[in-house]
């Protein structure tokens, strides 16, 4: 039951995030958009860090100093995924007028879905890859710090649902249809959490590839999207302000409830 609340904790982020455009009348100016994305992407770095990257080495202890290669390996192999789905896949941010990956005929609305399907996916595998360490039940992934992974994610998830939902309102659609794709934009996350515990059940020394394979992944969405639009316009700083505190907070959390 602890994993099943686990999984579902960002996904609940999300949905109270989109759920802002039945409160606020107007779309969400750019410089708090700057924060939220700074916020973010600390977030994200640190969860990389602490939650995923240093178990994935733990779990390879007796490897010696090899110990590295499972996580550097997998590490590389969510970059390299993350950048093959951003070159292919059709997709546009929210605010941008730019169409990335292949070209197509589709609608805004749905390459604003694959932009952050495309975003959340990386969430997912890693909030099932924690929690397939919590079954593995050697201790070298504790049910406290999975938890603190999802709490951070979901954390991070509420101003991205924001950030998805409020655009939608203003280039006219329905508060509920606005709200309605806004969630269905976290809907991945819990469903790739689910394939990644399943997967790392069937092929157990896989974990720590897993694990290492979500940070990247992560970390690509970090340097590729978050960090530009942080940094982007003038006062630039505030966005690497909020990155701070972002980091600190999910160092803090992943430390202190671990």
């Not at 006219?172 to 990644?196: D, Y």
Request: aromatic fraction near 8%.
């Amino acid at each position: 039951m602890n994993i099943v609340i686990g999984v579902l904790i960002p996904f609940v982020g999300t949905t109270a995030g989109a759920a802002c455009v039945f409160f606020l009348k107007h779309t969400i100016s750019l410089g708090l958009q700057r924060i939220f994305t700074g916020f973010a992407a600390g977030v994200m770095v640190a969860a990389s860090v602490w939650s995923l990257l240093i178990p994935a080495i733990d779990l390879c202890g007796d490897m010696g100093r090899l110990g590295f290669v499972p996580a550097m390996v997998g590490f590389l192999a969510g970059i390299l995924f993350l950048l093959l789905i951003d070159r292919f896949v059709p997709h546009i941010y929210a605010g941008g007028d730019k169409t990335e990956g292949a070209k197509n005929g589709i609608g805004r609305n749905a390459m604003l879905m694959f932009a952050v399907t495309i975003h959340n996916l990386p969430e997912g595998a890693a909030c099932g890859a924690i929690f397939a360490g919590v079954l593995k039940g050697d201790g070298a992934v504790t049910m406290a710090g999975a938890i603190t992974l999802a709490i951070g994610i979901a954390i991070q998830n509420f101003p991205e649902g924001a950030i998805i939902s409020m655009p939608l309102r203003s280039e006219g659609s329905s508060r509920a249809k606005s709200f309605l794709l806004g969630t269905l934009s976290g809907a991945v996350e819990p469903v790739g959490a689910v394939f990644a515990i399943l997967l790392a059940n069937i092929v157990t020394p896989i974990l720590p590839y897993m694990l290492a394979f979500a940070a990247g992944a992560m970390i690509y969405v970090v340097v590729e999207e978050l960090i530009p639009e942080a940094g982007e316009g003038e006062h630039s700083e505030v966005g690497t302000i909020a990155f701070a505190v972002g980091f600190a907070l999910m160092m803090m959390l992943d430390v202190a409830l671990s």
